[in-house]
């Protein structure tokens, strides 16, 4: 009888490993994503820059939430030996199942830096582009994911549960990630200015992207690995359930076709679209019902294109390359809040969320983006400078800090190199 | 004693779950393939079009699915509150299993429109496309999927088991899918006619791939999504086996290797041949030796290279851009009746099938895909009109609807646009 | 009792089936990683014939393991009938588990051979090069793999645990698969000889890669993949720990960062230090420490760095066109004596491990590999001939063999084929 006890126990800590680390890997290829979808997008003398900036940046945040950031979200520390960091450890899992959480998690906490640097993409430094991503993943991120998910500071019981009724909610992180993230994005974006050449007297210069399959790419690999972001999560085998994941797909489909709608068929608005849908599901999509996600990605899908064109208006001197505050900032919002609208038992979905705390909560995680990417791009670009000289952004980030473009081959041979 | 059951009650459907959603995610991924294989074999002047119909597509094609195909298929509809959806509803699964088998099965649908927009690319209208991937998701395929896999109509019991001996066995839609799929395709292209310019008197005039890097992407995608098609499929936990993941594997490799030795190193046959293999294997999967598989998928990989020449002869007029007829629709037929010889016993395999079955079960879906390919896209035609004007056509589609070129800063800096 | 007893084993069958499929789908998947490391790097004229020959390689690497290498490495051959292989057969688990365990190291065997083919890129036969591939997996892979991980030849017992004091470890194969194959690459292309013009009157000339997005997918593929192929080993469910993928991931981080900092922000190294992380930490990475394992992968990233700009000196005479020497065969060699070091206690590592064992093995193990590529490849070469004819050759390889170009549209309509 035991034995079988025992058997059970050690099948559930293996299957919940399994599990989670089949999610880390997914939101790890979602940073392929991010890299690919920003290549496509800029600039052909960016494209490197583009490519490096997401790995590296990707391998510095890991190496920041290892470190800082961990502890500060979830006061766990990774200084002990292995065998108490691979189960039986105090505050440790069997089989590791913390460090797998933490593996996926880290994964989480990079996408911010990633999704910043679209937006400031053909004219930022590596350097401080890599000391911005340290900041964050290392200090502003974990403070608020760790007061949402890991209920740090009380502001949960406090704040939301005690004036406001309900917890705030946000499953998978439309507002800790994609608003908090998209928020950053816009102060970066307005520290740094625009890219040479993009406002002129008042006129808008197209900047046409480079690429639209490597753009699509990108799309594809966020869409796909966003399932595991969303459909998995941060959680035990015993709490997956298809809910969510029959959410994610409809909200992306939503997505897709109100882009495509709205988009009068341009393939950056269709592909951004299916993002739009998913940045938005992630809040409520463990609570929503499919009806009630479709609708949510739909609303996020033609948001992100009528946003996307405000946002282009020269009068705002706003030069947001991929877009970033209008798809992980606005939708992220949209996001939290209608998550206390469709999760409702009223619209269909399973309760237990209020609207008060979640348009609270939204708005103060965008306002907390918007300051921490104001305090972050503005130490940065004081202490270490954040922008490219105006020749070098002329000839191209990519040949200025990496010297090379990304087809060197013929560019060698063309001569234009 | 009673905790137990209910823990590894719980731990089984948490594990069906996890086992669904991670094949579902993986036959999401072959439209990630489907787009680039398209986007690599079209023309340049046509690879945004073949990536933005993929994905409306397939979001257009997964809410039909939703709203009605899954009702015919199945009889089972979501217009219950999100609690019954997700578990203890009527017909429904604890944890949400029925909504991740959705999910796998939605993307298995999609398939069979995004299979049909590689044979008519280049020419067709989006909006057109569109209503037909609704009208195949919606109406036509869930008919076909209902007979074979949930039984309905009573075909199995009575044509199949009762005339011809066994039922109609097609684990992974050799036929269902593929066949189906590949024969709508014949259709679509007959109605459509070829290119302009692709025929001209009795002269195949070669409309070579735009990027053979992309095709073998698309390919790629394919084959890795295919593991999760085939070897996971619309299947519990319980039923995974080894025997079937091995049986794609080597049904793979048999593909690539006759289409190399066929194919005279053309890398458009080495990259689809792997495909022949794995829509051949797909019905018997299940139950063949992998010598077996390893031989069906060689037949197919050659069988493709012989089929797509045939039908660049000028005098069928036929002008199936990826070769769908060829690669889905004969491979699938291929692979439905090899099931009914590679697996008896007397070659090594489970046993369980019958020839007859096989031989009259596949003819029947390649029939029924002809028949409705052809009134799916003749009434398309007539009310909606199928195909791009003649001048849009020399254009190209991607600036006909999509205003912009796969790569717009290069063909705005050269004044191509 | 005996059904819950029943219920549970079943339950653990299943889930470790599911458990190595998801990290066999994920090796395969580094083979497209491979497939477009090489398309990115090599010359415009050798693309398709870096995609033709991972994918061949594959298949044909795939059928002569499956025929005669596994059954030298661990005894078990497939010519049984299709129930006894799925399970209750004499040598098989239930529900073909060993099936896919033969599917995941069927994809680890193939990857040799995809190693060496991108040292030897742009200048190989077809036919030389898929016999080649045979003759690995069919043979060399094979001896050392089961000496090492099935205790052949009792080499562990008498030669390691006996006279060395510790079994050598090897737990994903930085020297099994990577050192071996890596020092088969040093074998081949020193048969082969530099390709024409690469070093002229001690003057080398730099061939630039043409397309750095491609070589970036590739790069983001193996590592996506890489964490099927360490995280999850040819492995059962119970031994899963997190403390693997979360090694993986710092080491690849290390190697991130340390090849950033040593490449003067070159994308290439970048890309292949994530890489160069990867390899190294295979050996150990279910023993070490989480800041060891970064510490070895930031070894490896610099290690790479420097051997490759040093194997670029005209005097060597050495043209590895991906540097898969610097890369696996180096990288490979650090990792299996690092795993001595930072495996052990003292070094916050599990233990179980020692420095002597590890050094004389891995140095072994990079014997073995150059000793048998030089074997294989002055076979082949004697045989059938190694090299293309020098025509053929400056008119390129994807020309010459596989009669057509990467991007076969805009070559012909410029005239150039």
Redesign the interface.
Known sequence: MPD??K??Q???S??D???L??G???V??M??GF??LQ?GTV??KS??NA??TV??G???S??AY?FVGYAIAYGVA?FV???A???GGKGFDP?????????FL?AVAAAVSAIVSGGIAERAR?GSQCTAAALIAGLFYPVVEGVVWNRNFGLQESLFKGMLGEEFHDFAGSVVVHAVGGWIGFSAVRQLGPRLGRYDNGRAI?????????L??GA??L??GW??FN??GAHS??S???????NA??A???G??AA?IAG????RF??NG?LAGLVAVCAGSD?????GA?FVGGVAGALFVHAFRKASDPKWNFDDVLGVWALHGLCGLWGGIACGIFGL?AF???GGVGFASQLVGSLMGAAYGALAGFVIYRTVDVLLGLRLGPDDERRGVDLA??????????D?RMGRV
């Open positions: 079988i006890q058997a059970v050690g099948l559930q293996g299957a490993v399994q599990f680390l089949v880390a890997i997914l790890f290829a940073h392929a890299a690919f290549a600039r052909h494209q490197v490519l490096c790995l590296a990707f391998a510095i890991t190496v290892f990774f030996r292995a065998e960091l691979n189960g089989q590791g199942l913390s460090l797998v959480k933490f593996f880290a590596l197209a900047m046409p992207p480079s690429s639209v399959p490597w699509a790419l594809w690999l869409c796909i399932f595991g459909a998995i085998l015993k997956a359930t298809g809910l969510i994941a029959l797909l409809m992306m489909c939503g897709i076709i495509l009068d068929g341009d393939p269709i592909h299916a609570i929503m019902h499919p009806i479709l038992k269909g979905g399973l800090i990496h010297a090379i473009t990304a087809t060197p081959e013929e060698v």
